[in-house]
């Protein structure tokens, strides 16, 4: 079974390494390489508009893809810093076994570097999957990478230890990148709704964000390997609701005091 989760914005390169881990290279290295030729080739003030950042990050990510060869890379898993890998808390919680078992059954889907497993190096960028990039293969990212990213993961289904089952705790916009009918494989999609006293239970995005991380790492250092087990994540406070729940979507409901 396998989980798939969005990228993060926010980037960390400064923290010390939480594993000795070798790292591993990203497999998709020639269409990330076209990319990169792509966004060196503008200005910052054309990143400016394409990515609808400040002029600041928009000179930052100039600066980035102009130096690309020169840039420090580390593994995904530990340079991604958004809620999502907070609630993960991979460099707290894993040790090198965890690390071992993420690399087999947690992908990352990314605008550069289509699927990344955790432990792949990657250079610092920005780069969402909804960007509107005109290359030679279309309009925008998600004809860029065509069926490339549900080929990776349908092979990547396959070879994870347990259910051929895929997890989906990535964002609309990244798992838009993936094929449900070239996949071929069942798609679980876990929601997490957060409510105050009695009211009702409500998606609160970044709540959300930071439970879809939680449950990956759980899935990690728990072993679970059949969809059957999912309801069994406690993490951050929720708890299974069955009479909210469906067969590919099992939800999750956490209650603050109202």
Same mark, same amino acid.
């Given at each position: 079974?396998?989980? @798939? ?13 939480? +594993? ?25 003030? *054309? ?5 609808? @950042? ?8 100039? !600066? ?27 460099? /707290? +919680? ?20 289509? @699927?990344? =497993? ?7 960028? =920005? ?31 396959? *070879? ?12 609309? *916009? ?10 071929? =494989? ?13 009211? *009702? ?6 709540? /959300?964000?930071?439970? =879809? ?25 929720? /708890? ?7 067969? !590919? /979507? ?9």
């Amino acid at each position: 079974m396998l989980a @798939v989760l969005s990228p993060a914005k926010s980037l960390d390169f400064d923290s010390p390494p939480a +594993t000795s881990k070798e790292a591993t290279r990203p497999r998709m290295p020639g269409r990330t390489a076209e990319l990169v030729g792509v966004m060196a080739g503008k200005t910052p003030d *054309e990143i400016r508009r394409l990515m609808r @950042v400040s002029p600041a990050l928009a000179r930052l990510n100039a !600066d980035r893809y102009a130096g690309w060869d020169d840039a420090e890379a580390r593994p995904a898993i530990l340079a991604f810093d958004g809620d999502v890998y907070r609630g993960m808390d991979a460099p /707290a +919680t894993f040790d090198t076994r965890d690390y071992t078992r993420a690399q087999k059954t947690v992908r990352i889907l990314s605008g550069l570097y289509g @699927v990344l =497993r955790p432990m792949d190096a990657i250079r610092p960028y =920005r780069l969402e999957m909804g960007t509107a990039l005109a290359t030679g293969r279309g309009d925008d990212l998600y004809a860029f990478w065509g069926d490339a990213i549900t080929d990776a993961l349908r092979a990547d289904v396959d *070879e994870s230890p347990g259910a051929d089952v895929l997890v989906n705790l990535a964002s609309r *916009e990244y798992f838009a990148a993936v094929r449900p009918d070239v996949l071929g =494989r069942r798609v679980v999609a876990p929601v997490f709704l957060d409510a105050k006293g009695d009211g *009702e239970p409500r998606i609160v995005a970044f709540h /959300a964000k930071r439970a =879809r991380g939680a449950m990956a790492g759980w899935m990690v250092r728990e072993r679970v390997d059949r969809p059957s087990h999912l309801p069994g994540f406690d993490g951050l406070g929720y /708890a299974h609701d069955p009479e909210r729940s469906a067969p !590919d /979507a099992p939800a999750f409901v956490r209650r603050h005091p109202g």
